[in-house]
T-cell receptor
Framework: SQELEQSPQSLIVQEGKNLTINCTSS?????LYWYKQKYGEGLIFLMM?????EEKSHEKITAKLDEKKQQSSLHITASQPSHAGIYLC????????????FGTGTRLKVLA | GAGVSQSPSNKVTEKGKDVELRCDPI?????LYWYRQRLGQGLEFLIY????????KSGLPSDRFSAERTGESVSTLTIQRTQQEDSAVYLC?????????????FGPGTRLTVL
């Protein structure tokens, strides 16, 4: 089984709608990272969360970390076609190391 | 400014051939990482470099895989006697220091197809 589970696996929303993507870890989280991937462009760093209860926002994207639940959520408000892509969460399961474990990704499509 | 670059962007090869994938990290980044992403799957850690040494090679899937890095610059991932299961996107990333608390900057990847 995956150490990092993302849900949903894919999502299609109408432009302007809000949406949430979840990332659940089977192990203790020492750091949780959100990336966006577009074909041919590699991964784009969105946010890093380290402390339980931490919440960060960038433009219309907000991410929260629930350390107790070993879970993070990524929320997009008023989605736009530019938000389309694959959202990946990555986690550090061992304090202060370099190894990320990545989830399988959530493929987002936004209909104009 | 220049980001992480990888070449080639696409590589199609025949089973049994050797391939070399190149990664140019961001200048000044001491840490360099290689990942593999199979279709529909997440990223799989392969190897990590601190400078030109690779303290952890445990992610390499087999002895057909090897990687080198010249100083704190370019890295090459070599796959010998390629197999169809090697088909994937190979991603390289670099970061300022060896720490998971530093953002990793990713290259666009090399899409490898083994026929």
């Amino acid at each position: 089984s995956q150490e990092l589970e993302q849900s949903p696996q894919s999502l299609i929303v109408q432009e302007g709608k809000n949406l949430t993507i979840n990332c659940t870890s089977s192990k203790t989280l020492y750091g949780l990272y959100w990336y966006k991937q577009k074909y041919g462009e590699g991964l784009i760093f969105l946010m890093m969360l380290q402390k339980g209860g931490e919440e960060k926002s960038h433009e219309k994207i907000t991410a929260k970390l629930d350390e107790k639940k070993q879970q993070s959520s990524l929320h997009i408000t008023a989605s736009q076609p530019s938000h389309a892509g694959i959202y990946l969460c990555g986690a550090d399961h061992t304090s202060g190391t370099y190894k990320y474990i990545f989830g399988t990704g959530t493929r987002l499509k936004v209909l104009a | 400014g220049a980001g992480v670059s990888q070449s080639p962007s696409n590589k199609v090869t025949e089973k049994g051939k050797d391939v070399e994938l190149r990664c140019d990290p961001i200048s000044g980044h001491t840490a360099l990482y290689w990942y593999r992403q199979r279709l529909g799957q997440g990223l799989e850690f392969l190897i990590y470099f601190q400078g030109n040494s690779a303290p952890d090679k445990s992610g390499l899937p087999s002895d057909r895989f090897s990687a080198e890095r010249t100083g704190e610059s370019v890295s090459t991932l070599t796959i010998q006697r390629t197999q169809q299961e090697d088909s994937a996107v190979y991603l390289c990333a670099s970061s300022l220091v060896r720490s998971s608390y530093n953002e990793q900057f990713f290259g666009p990847g090399t899409r490898l197809t083994v026929l």
